[in-house]
Every structure is written in C-alpha cells, then in structure tokens.
C-alpha cells in the first residue's frame, strides 16, 4: 500500500529509554504522520528495560515492532523456560504491576514485516529461502506465541540445532531454525548452515560468510533491514541494512528513513 508517510527504521534499544526519547524528540520522528519501525531487541542488557517498553507500546499505531532474541528471552523467563541470566536487566518488568499487559502485547509481535519494498527482521534470512518462504515461515511462529498455550511454544524454541534448514522439518526442530534465523544468525557456513559461535565481525574466516554476502542467496530482490550484529555496525549495501550500532555498549542509537536513508543517531553516553 503507498502512502505518504516517512518510515524511520530504529536500531537495537536494549532498554536504553534514555537515548530512545532524544531520538522519538527529534522534529522528524515526532511528527503524528510518521511510522516508527523498531528491528527487535527492545529490552535487556540496557538500564531502563521496563521504560523502553512503556514508551514504545505508548506509539499506539504509529510504531510497528518485531521480536528479537532478547525479546524472546523476556518471554521466556516469565513462561518460566529459561532462567534470569547474570547479565539480564529485565527485573523492573517482571516487577512491574502492568506486566502481564507488556508481555502479552509483546507476544503478538511479529518477527517480520515486509512493507514499502522492505523487509525487516532482527537477524537475518536464510540465504535458502525466499522471501515469500520466510514471511510464510515467521507467521508459525507468531501463531504459536498468540496462543493460550505458548509458553509450551517458547520451551519449543530454545535450542541450536538444527543449524540448517531442510523443508522436511517439522515440531520443534522446525521451529528452532525459524526462530534462529530470524532472530539469532550472523554468519553461515557455505552449505547454508548457521554457526553461533561466531560473534565478532563480518571477516569471519574458516568458511564463514555472512548470511547476506552467502553465494546463492535465493531471493535479493527486496532489501532486509535488521539488527542484532553489533559488532558488524552500520552497514548499508543495496541489498540490506545493518542498524544495530551498539547504543548499549556506549555507542549510538540509529535511525533510518527507509526513502532515502537519512540516518539520525542519537549517542547512549548512559549505558556501558
């Protein structure tokens, strides 16, 4: 559908509210007519992940959101699939008295949107599939978590392998590759399987490619915007667009408008 609307595409928060205020203040992004697009990882490792939360849900419409690892793991931890890690910083929402409306708005997320000639989805796609595939794949995924039922779902989602996909998957194995790919993978080796042991840069080395830079990579045509790869930063090429730049590591929080990709970033002096 064409519409008139900027789209401005936000980068990995991390529970960083602080630099996410500055950034949704800015003339461009604070306009009522345009859409905020948020490529997953609202919460953990940052200060203010409960904040974070608040304020995005409070864009009503104007904000569309996808899940990313981080994102699941809230899920988790309160379906009771995963334990609080050393390093969370989720407890103010588990404490918060609006819990269960934030968690139950998040679990309707999607893990993907395709939209004004875009794709976005927190880590990647698989060089294998093709787009129509992936967005066909992300929606069993999404199914499942808007049920009653889905902390079952979560427990069925935790797990490295299988590291490659095979359309014969089915259950929780199949279940596993989606959500890995969509939310997890950096780099894959040359046969299309994913390796997580990998979590510095693009020059992986040792057969290691990452996922968008994969020889056959089936379906190019639409360029997909995701997050999730600090280390890799800002990186726009024709075919997709990198935004995470590591607002809670100290660096910057990072914006694009999908038109012409004009970045505005806002620097997260506050997180480490």
Not at 172 to 187: D, E, F, G
């Amino acid at each position: 559908m064409t519409s008139a609307k900027d789209v401005w595409v936000v980068g990995d928060v991390q529970g960083c509210t602080g630099a996410l205020r500055v950034l949704l203040a800015h003339p461009a992004l604070s306009r009522p007519d345009t859409e905020i697009w948020f490529a997953g990882d609202l919460v953990n490792r940052g200060p203010d992940s409960l904040g974070a939360l608040r304020l995005i849900r409070s864009l009503g419409d104007r904000a569309r959101v996808i899940l990313g690892n981080h994102d699941l793991h809230l899920l988790a931890v309160v379906a009771g699939v995963r334990k609080y890690g050393k390093s969370d910083t989720l407890q103010d929402i588990l404490d918060a008295p609006d819990r269960d409306e934030l968690v139950d708005w998040l679990r309707h997320r999607p893990l993907m949107v395709r939209d004004r000639g875009h794709v976005m989805v927190h880590a990647g796609i698989l060089p294998a599939w093709t787009l129509d595939q992936a967005q066909s794949l992300a929606r069993e995924i999404e199914t499942a978590l808007r049920q009653d039922s889905w902390p079952q779902a979560v427990h069925d989602l935790y797990g490295e392998e299988p590291l490659r996909w095979d359309d014969a998957l089915r259950g929780p194995a199949r279940m596993r590759v989606i959500v890995n790919a969509l939310t997890r993978m950096r780099v894959c080796h040359a046969d299309g399987s994913m390796d997580f042991r990998h979590k510095g840069g693009p020059n992986a080395g040792h057969d290691l490619h990452p996922w968008f830079e994969l020889p056959g990579r089936r379906d190019p045509g639409e360029p997909v915007v995701f997050g999730h790869w600090s280390a890799l930063g800002l990186n726009i090429r024709p075919d997709s667009i990198c935004l995470d730049t590591g607002c809670v590591w100290g660096r910057s929080l990072t914006a694009l408008r999908l038109r012409d990709h004009q970045l505005i970033q806002q620097d997260c002096a506050d997180c480490r």
